[in-house]
């Protein structure tokens, strides 16, 4: 039996942030008890995720160790060079040391029937990694240095040279310049291979050998950018805690602290390399440099919602002499009222998405795109800035892409299959230390569940990401977050609900709730608050959202202001303006909102007895809705067609399993009949066990069956 397994494996406190609870998984390889126990021996600020996980938990090893300290030596030292063959870096030369010293491999026969590992034709397998790591550590420093070396004297092929340096380096003694120029040199030839896990190690070993003090501060402000990129966060942040990089601080604090806190750090930072290019992690490029940082920055004033820092910002770029990156001009001048200038900035940046670019500056092109209305360009930008990420070895950027993506992909009426891409982003996020970003796709989750129909996990996801946002200063998640529940106050009929919630988010002027969901939330307001017969904040906010479209011409927030104007008219003054926003609606991507401006037109026409366009309209929006699996907006066409006096077909596809159960239910469902406990469900979809649960319960209700037996019979005949 594994050291450390028992009979039972304890489970994670509920309490713990779903990002420390994936990475402290991580950690300990997926094994339970293990986890558990690291929990517990970490400080409040390890738990809430303040500060970095260490790399492994010494109590753990204890047991491993005195297991393998049991085996004969001659096996222990097979072992011990096949654990530093593998860990941390895999370097693939165990047979070719074996054959180089003439060792004898029979004495694996031992370590298997222990239960330790087993030899194959490719090496040896060890149990776990925690037996591979003891049978390293309780090596002695003589016998650890010899196989390092007779690994590097055996590494000497094609592509070799970084893994040979690395074995080179673990062997040394003390201090060396010359074996730490060497490491510096793998490094970056690894960097430049895409291979960043690797380029960590090799500096991280270059800083331990380097004599200078500050060489060796400069040198793991480089390997912790190498672990940022390599999606090692905890790492990352462990070895900028020795430098003062005032760049990397930053943009670790954009992705999992304070935005506030990145903001100034990245600013700071900005301006050190662009005066002299002599920060911590100094670069042949400082302008370069500070161009990525101000863009950076830019960042975290949007997730922030404090647009006045981008005029900040924008200062210091102009007093520097550099083109304002990405969508700060745009932002800064938006902020400031001059929507004019802001379009064409903004048109500039949407307009600088080719593929293979930089994918921050991509991600910064999908924004722009997004707040002048082109979805299509939006989605565009993010793909590609995801596709360069990971051809150039970033692929912790991934997961922001895809943050903005799903903009994107909920107004063109793809919600259901935008929720997968979505939930593998968050998966990422959380994995890679990302918790801001985490949040915010937490928040786009529970916006995709809104127009699905999926009550509890929308209100579940927008808590969860609420609750995180406002202790990290994060208003572009939180606003979100609320912007979800709103909708689905709206949709259900809640219509006081819905405005108290919009209210703050359509507040008119600058400063006021978060540009980008004002812009989403204001046609939504303006229909929550007519419905309550509350217009006048309505109106007002309308009116700049109207001043926007205008200005920027997208057809889809022109044909959403033309819906506001009809809402707000009276009688048959609405039909006009109901009639222009279907024909923008043709010209834009919005079709999920052009179902909605066909539903609310089919109930004016209604009421004015225009019964038979009233009808088309009716069955135009209830199919779209449909096709949406948008639930409750079906549901509000066919009440509008049913007072008509139009008989409305049942649901959909009755017999048909996707019709009748919501996207989330369908899922657990599917998880279910494979056999996957509640507990099990709860972990891939990151949604508490007590939600999985109620959607069973609704699964079988829907479904008229009483068993997990009969779901599998059930499913198979579907």
């Given at each position: 039996?594994?050291?450390?397994?028992?009979?039972?494996?304890?489970?994670?406190?509920?309490?713990?942030?779903e990002?420390?609870?994936v990475?402290?998984?991580?950690?300990?390889?997926g094994d339970?008890?293990?986890?558990?126990?690291?929990?517990?021996?970490?400080?409040?600020?390890?738990?809430?995720?303040?500060?970095?996980?260490?790399?492994?938990?010494?109590?753990?090893?204890?047991?491993?160790?005195?297991?393998?300290?049991?085996?004969?030596?001659?096996?222990?030292?097979?072992?011990?060079?096949?654990?530093?063959?593998?860990?941390?870096?895999?370097?693939?030369?165990?047979?070719?040391?074996?054959?180089?010293?003439?060792?004898?491999?029979?004495?694996?026969?031992?370590?298997?029937?222990a239960?330790?590992?087993h030899?194959?034709?490719?090496?040896?397998?060890?149990?776990?990694?925690?037996?591979?790591?003891?049978?390293?550590?309780?090596?002695?420093?003589?016998?650890?240095?010899?196989?390092?070396?007779?690994?590097?004297?055996?590494l000497?092929?094609?592509?070799?040279?970084?893994?040979?340096?690395?074995?080179r380096?673990?062997?040394?003694?003390?201090?060396?310049?010359?074996?730490?120029?060497?490491?510096?040199?793998?490094?970056?030839?690894?960097?430049?291979?895409?291979?960043?896990?690797?380029?960590?190690?090799?500096?991280?070993?270059?800083?331990?050998?380097?004599?200078?003090?500050?060489?060796?501060?400069?040198?793991?402000?480089?390997?912790?950018?190498?672990?940022?990129?390599?999606?090692?966060?905890?790492?990352?942040?462990?070895?900028?805690a020795?430098?003062?990089?005032?760049?990397?601080?930053?943009?670790?604090?954009?992705?999992?602290?304070?935005?506030?806190?990145?903001?100034?750090?990245?600013?700071?930072?900005?301006?050190?390399?662009?005066?002299?290019?002599?920060?911590?992690?100094?670069?042949?490029?400082?302008?370069?440099?500070?161009?990525?940082?101000l863009?950076?920055?830019t960042?975290?004033?949007?997730?922030?919602?404090?647009?006045?820092?981008?005029?900040?910002?924008?200062?210091?770029?102009?007093?520097?002499?550099?083109?304002?990156?990405?969508?700060?001009?745009?932002?800064?001048?938006?902020?400031?009222?001059?929507?004019?200038?802001?379009?064409?900035?903004?048109?500039a940046?949407?307009?600088?998405?080719?593929?293979?670019?930089?994918?921050t500056?991509?991600?910064?092109?999908?924004?722009?795109?997004?707040?002048?209305?082109?979805?299509?360009?939006a989605?565009?930008?993010?793909?590609?800035?995801a596709?360069?990420?990971?051809?150039?070895?970033?692929?912790?950027?991934?997961?922001?892409?895809?943050?903005f993506?799903?903009?994107?992909?909920?107004?063109?009426?793809?919600?259901?299959?935008?929720?997968?891409?979505t939930?593998?982003?968050?998966r990422?996020a959380?994995t890679?230390?990302?918790?801001?970003?985490?949040?915010?796709l937490q928040?786009?989750?529970?916006?995709?569940?809104?127009?699905?129909?999926?009550?509890?996990?929308?209100?579940?996801?927008?808590?969860?990401?609420r609750?995180?946002?406002?202790?990290?200063?994060?208003?572009l998640?939180?606003?979100?977050?609320?912007?979800?529940?709103?909708?689905?106050?709206?949709?259900?009929?809640?219509?006081?609900?819905?405005?108290?919630?919009?209210?703050?988010?359509?507040?008119?002027?600058?400063?006021?709730?978060?540009?980008?969901?004002r812009?989403?939330?204001?046609?939504?307001?303006?229909?929550?608050?007519v419905r309550?017969?509350?217009?006048?904040?309505?109106?007002?906010?309308?009116?700049?959202?109207?001043?926007?479209?205008?200005?920027?011409?997208?057809?889809?927030?022109?044909?959403?202001?033309?819906?506001?104007?009809?809402?707000?008219a009276?009688?048959?003054?609405?039909?006009?303006?109901?009639?222009?926003?279907?024909?923008?609606?043709?010209?834009?991507?919005?079709?999920?909102?052009?179902?909605?401006?066909?539903?609310?037109?089919?109930g004016?026409?209604?009421?004015?007895?225009?019964?038979?366009?009233?009808r088309?309209?009716l069955?135009?929006a209830?199919?779209?809705?449909?096709?949406?699996?948008?639930?409750?907006?079906?549901?509000?066409?066919?009440?509008?067609?049913?007072?008509?006096g139009?008989?409305?077909?049942?649901?959909?596809?009755?017999?048909?399993?996707?019709?009748?159960?919501?996207?989330?239910?369908?899922?657990?469902?599917r998880m279910?009949?494979?056999?996957?406990?509640?507990?099990?469900?709860?972990?891939?979809l990151?949604?508490?066990?007590?939600?999985?649960?109620?959607?069973?319960?609704?699964?079988?209700?829907?479904?008229g069956?009483r068993?997990?037996?009969?779901l599998?019979?059930?499913?198979?005949?579907?």
């Amino acid at each position: 039996m594994n050291p450390v397994r028992g009979p039972a494996q304890p489970e994670l406190g509920p309490s713990l942030p779903e990002g420390v609870r994936v990475r402290i998984l991580r950690i300990a390889h997926g094994d339970r008890r293990a986890a558990a126990e690291l929990a517990s021996a970490l400080t409040e600020r390890q738990l809430t995720g303040l500060d970095p996980l260490p790399a492994q938990p010494p109590v753990l090893l204890r047991a491993y160790r005195q297991e393998v300290r049991a085996l004969p030596d001659t096996t222990r030292r097979l072992l011990l060079l096949a654990a530093a063959d593998q860990h941390p870096v895999d370097t693939h030369a165990f047979l070719r040391a074996v054959t180089a010293a003439r060792l004898d491999t029979r004495p694996l026969v031992t370590a298997e029937v222990a239960g330790v590992a087993h030899a194959t034709a490719g090496g040896v397998v060890f149990r776990d990694p925690w037996t591979r790591t003891a049978a390293y550590e309780t090596a002695s420093v003589t016998d650890r240095r010899a196989v390092h070396l007779l690994l590097a004297r055996v590494l000497r092929g094609e592509g070799e040279s970084p893994r040979r340096s690395w074995h080179r380096g673990a062997a040394a003694l003390g201090p060396s310049r010359r074996l730490a120029a060497e490491l510096r040199a793998a490094a970056h030839t690894a960097r430049t291979a895409g291979d960043p896990a690797l380029a960590c190690a090799l500096v991280e070993r270059a800083a331990a050998l380097s004599p200078e003090p500050s060489e060796r501060a400069r040198l793991l402000a480089r390997a912790a950018a190498d672990a940022w990129r390599s999606g090692d966060t905890d790492r990352a942040r462990r070895l900028v805690a020795a430098t003062d990089d005032d760049a990397l601080g930053g943009l670790l604090a954009l992705r999992a602290g304070n935005a506030t806190d990145a903001f100034d750090a990245l600013l700071t930072a900005a301006v050190r390399y662009a005066d002299d290019g002599q920060g911590p992690a100094r670069t042949d490029h400082p302008q370069h440099a500070a161009v990525h940082l101000l863009a950076r920055a830019t960042e975290a004033a949007i997730y922030t919602g404090d647009l006045r820092r981008c005029r900040e910002a924008a200062a210091v770029a102009d007093r520097l002499g550099i083109v304002p990156p990405g969508t700060l001009g745009g932002l800064a001048a938006a902020f400031e009222g001059r929507y004019d200038d802001a379009r064409d900035l903004l048109k500039a940046a949407a307009g600088r998405c080719g593929p293979g670019g930089d994918p921050t500056l991509l991600i910064h092109s999908g924004i722009a795109a997004l707040m002048l209305g082109d979805h299509t360009a939006a989605a565009t930008a993010t793909v590609r800035a995801a596709a360069s990420a990971r051809a150039g070895g970033d692929g912790v950027i991934v997961p922001q892409a895809m943050e903005f993506r799903a903009y994107a992909d909920f107004w063109t009426g793809r919600p259901r299959a935008a929720e997968a891409a979505t939930l593998e982003a968050l998966r990422q996020a959380y994995t890679t230390g990302q918790d801001n970003g985490a949040c915010h796709l937490q928040a786009a989750l529970a916006m995709f569940a809104a127009v699905t129909g999926d009550e509890d996990v929308c209100r579940e996801r927008a808590e969860a990401a609420r609750s995180y946002a406002l202790a990290r200063g994060l208003g572009l998640p939180a606003a979100l977050a609320l912007f979800a529940l709103a909708f689905l106050d709206l949709s259900t009929g809640r219509f006081a609900a819905s405005a108290a919630r919009l209210r703050a988010l359509a507040g008119f002027g600058p400063g006021h709730g978060h540009r980008a969901i004002r812009h989403i939330a204001t046609p939504h307001y303006v229909e929550a608050a007519v419905r309550t017969g509350d217009t006048r904040v309505a109106r007002a906010a309308h009116a700049d959202y109207d001043h926007w479209a205008r200005t920027v011409r997208s057809p889809d927030d022109l044909a959403l202001s033309a819906r506001c104007r009809a809402l707000l008219a009276s009688g048959a003054e609405a039909v006009e303006p109901y009639r222009t926003a279907l024909d923008l609606h043709a010209s834009g991507t919005r079709d999920f909102e052009r179902a909605r401006t066909e539903l609310l037109f089919g109930g004016a026409l209604r009421r004015l007895r225009h019964r038979t366009e009233a009808r088309d309209r009716l069955h135009s929006a209830l199919e779209a809705f449909e096709h949406f699996g948008s639930p409750q907006c079906a549901a509000a066409a066919r009440t509008e067609l049913r007072v008509l006096g139009e008989p409305v077909s049942p649901v959909r596809g009755a017999d048909d399993l996707v019709a009748r159960l919501t996207a989330q239910q369908l899922m657990v469902a599917r998880m279910a009949a494979d056999g996957a406990t509640n507990r099990e469900i709860a972990a891939r979809l990151l949604l508490s066990p007590r939600t999985i649960d109620h959607h069973l319960r609704g699964v079988f209700a829907r479904l008229g069956i009483r068993s997990r037996i009969e779901l599998v019979r059930l499913l198979g005949e579907g």
